[in-house]
């Protein structure tokens, strides 16, 4: 369930998270792309969203799932793991959210790509 | 009802301001605040203010979505009594503000060292307070930490890592012994060791040395510990002085009910400031716990307002949290004075674990984890269920 890597590729970074049946519903798993990723399987659906919260640095992939949402494991903010938004306090910022595919029963995460001006991000690439 | 003022502008405040408006109160809400500031978030500026990695701007609590509030804010002004059974705010100049309710949420200020003190000596509780204290912060500087607390402790992992010399000085034998009890104190206390921060323990303040800035700290066993900044992070006290004589019951902070209801109709306390009846210890308890200021208002205006109310289950047990060292220290439920501790996984010896509180009959009571956030998150929920 371990052997994520990086396929360099035309297009958005792919990375392999595992095969499917290493994550059985109510089960989630870090993997790192250009930052960290937690994938998610809510009764049979995958979800991938940014790892780190965006109120303060915790790990979502360690948080509680309920329903299609995910609760921040430190400070209680709950992400919506379909759009990244948060569903109120304490977070303000929503995280981003990547296309999951399965091949061959592996699970793949889509990298959303940044597109970055002088440091700046003016436009997120799903 | 008409015009709710809130008299305090922290967390809790703004909770309580953003529950009015999501339990639909359409009236008018005023808003008291001591400090300057708008609402900012304090626990980083023991950790991430302090150490430069996130600014003002990153610890505002309110975001674009607040100003839909409308609320009247009066900044820089404290309260100085609350008249005529609660239907009046008299504030420091003399001005009254008149009100139908009133949601008391005044939280708690840092307890100071007493008598003066020289130059370089701080306590941290206020935006102001972190601000002089970062200041001070520079590499090489010698800090003294007198209270082994988790603001204490939080604030000697930050130093040290700025490059502070630190020193920790803590009364007791073992730190975090009331919240933790000895054993699991003294696992927290080895971190300071393990970060190049020395620990002393069975050891007090004695004097603070030094003319009009600091150059050492005296301490009861007669040693003296040069230091360029000392911190005193003894604990906190309730703001509830200028509520004497308005008739409500003040025992270390406000008593409440489990909604936060006082002794005068229409007068709620929430957040550091409310002693309040707890279901899960069936008994009061004043918390100065983040999540307790965020959640308990939203069950206060409920009350005020005559509203249904109903929380997930596990925000009725107490959580707090820690960082220190690069570690994320997690505690839930209630420790009482009979309990023994039972370490479910992971080893406190080597790094990180999730051990239970047990209590006479050795039902889980408290849970307590260090970087096992994971498992630590399910047995908060088990310690809801198995009340």
Redesign the interface.
């Given at each position: 369930m371990h052997y994520s890597f990086l396929y360099e590729q035309q297009g958005p970074l792919m990375i392999l998270v595992g095969e499917l049946a290493g994550l059985p519903p109510g089960e989630s798993v870090r993997v790192q792309g250009e930052v960290a990723i937690a994938v998610f399987n809510v009764d049979g659906e995958l979800y991938a969203i940014d790892d780190t919260c965006s109120h303060?640095d915790?790990?979502l992939s360690?948080?509680?799932l309920e329903g299609c949402a995910v609760?921040c494991?430190?400070?209680?903010a709950c992400f919506d793991l379909r759009t990244g938004q948060p569903s109120g306090?304490?977070a303000?910022k929503p995280v981003r959210t990547h296309a999951v595919s399965i091949e061959d029963g592996l699970i793949y995460v889509h990298e959303s790509t940044r597109v970055t001006v002088g440091g700046a991000v003016v436009e997120e690439v799903g | 009802m008409e015009h709710i003022t809130v008299v305090g502008a922290s967390l809790a405040g703004l909770a309580t301001v953003r529950a009015l408006r999501a339990q639909e109160f359409e009236g008018r809400i005023t808003v008291i605040g001591d400090e300057q500031h708008e609402p900012y978030d304090r626990p980083p500026l023991s950790k991430e203010y302090l150490a430069g990695t996130v600014s003002e701007e990153d610890i505002g609590l309110t975001d674009s979505d607040d100003v839909e509030l409308g609320v009247e804010w009066v900044l820089g002004q404290a309260a100085s009594s609350l008249d005529n059974a609660g239907k009046a705010v008299v504030l420091e100049d003399g001005s009254r503000v008149g009100t139908d309710a009133v949601v008391l949420a005044t939280g708690a200020r840092a307890r100071q060292f007493p008598g003066g003190c020289p130059q370089g000596v701080h306590t941290l509780r206020t935006l102001d307070d972190a601000r002089a204290l970062r200041s001070e912060l520079v590499p090489g500087a010698r800090l003294v930490v007198i209270g082994a607390g988790f603001i204490g402790a939080e604030i000697a992992s930050t130093a040290a890592a700025l490059g502070c010399e630190v020193d920790v000085v803590e009364a007791a034998d073992v730190p975090l012994q009331r919240p933790l009890g000895a054993e699991m104190g003294a696992v927290c206390g080895r971190l300071h060791a393990r970060n190049g921060a020395r620990l002393h323990v069975g050891t007090g303040l004695a004097e603070l040395v030094g003319e009009t800035r600091v150059t050492a700290v005296r301490l009861t066993d007669g040693r003296e510990l040069p230091a360029d900044v000392v911190v005193v992070g003894i604990g906190a006290q309730p703001n509830t002085e200028w509520l004497a004589g308005s008739g409500l019951e003040i025992d270390d902070g406000v008593r409440t009910d489990e909604q936060g209801r006082t002794t005068i109709p229409e007068v709620l306390a929430v957040g550091d400031c409310a002693h309040s009846y707890r279901d899960y210890t069936a008994g009061w308890l004043r918390l100065e716990h983040w999540t307790n200021a965020l959640q308990q208002p939203a069950a206060a205006v409920a009350a005020l307002l005559g509203r249904e109310h109903s929380a997930p289950a596990h925000h009725s047990v107490p959580y707090f949290w820690s960082d220190q060292y690069g570690h994320k220290i997690q505690f839930a439920g209630h420790r009482s004075a009979d309990c023994t501790v039972q370490v479910e996984e992971g080893d406190p010896d080597s790094g990180d674990f999730l051990a239970l509180y047990l209590d006479a009959e050795e039902r889980p009571v408290g849970v307590l984890a260090i970087d096992r956030a994971r498992p630590f998150g399910q047995w908060r929920r088990k310690l809801a269920k198995s009340r």
């Open positions: 303060q915790a790990s360690d948080g509680w609760e494991p430190l400070h209680a306090p304490p303000k | -």
